[in-house]
């Protein structure tokens, strides 16, 4: 069973920084896992905001980039999300997701909060 744990959401003003985690636990070997971190707003689709290869490689959403930046720590089991300039347009759940051949996994989620 792997479990995969978003933190660090929260109500931020607009302009504010937030710091997202998500750590994984169970049977999963967590360096050879693409990490992504999606979002859905209410009402809106899920839609994937950044992702890390297990080579480091990185891709942002139009969106975000240069705001956000993915980064993991694999002797943690950890993907981090920084989230900078914040926006009211970026509130949202945040969720991580990890996939390999083996399989996909998804995190409970976690509220962004963004105020104007």
């Known amino acids: 069973q792997v479990q995969l744990v978003e933190s660090g959401g929260g109500l931020v003003q607009a302009g504010g920084s937030l710091r997202l985690s998500c750590v994984a636990s169970?049977?999963?070997?967590?360096?050879?896992?693409?990490m992504d971190w999606y979002r859905q707003a209410p009402g809106e689709q899920r839609e994937l905001v950044a992702r890390?290869?297990?080579?480091?490689?990185?891709n942002y959403a139009d969106s975000v980039k240069g705001r956000f930046t993915i980064s993991r720590d694999n002797a943690k089991n950890t993907v981090y999300l920084q989230m900078n300039s914040l926006k009211p347009e970026d509130t949202a759940v945040y969720y991580c997701?990890?996939?390999?051949?083996?399989?996909?996994?998804w995190g409970q989620g976690t509220q962004v909060t963004v105020s104007s």
């Open positions: 997701r990890a996939f390999s051949a083996r399989g996909i996994y």
């Open positions: 169970g049977s999963i070997a967590f360096s050879t896992n693409a």
């Open positions: 890390m290869s297990v080579f480091g490689t990185t």
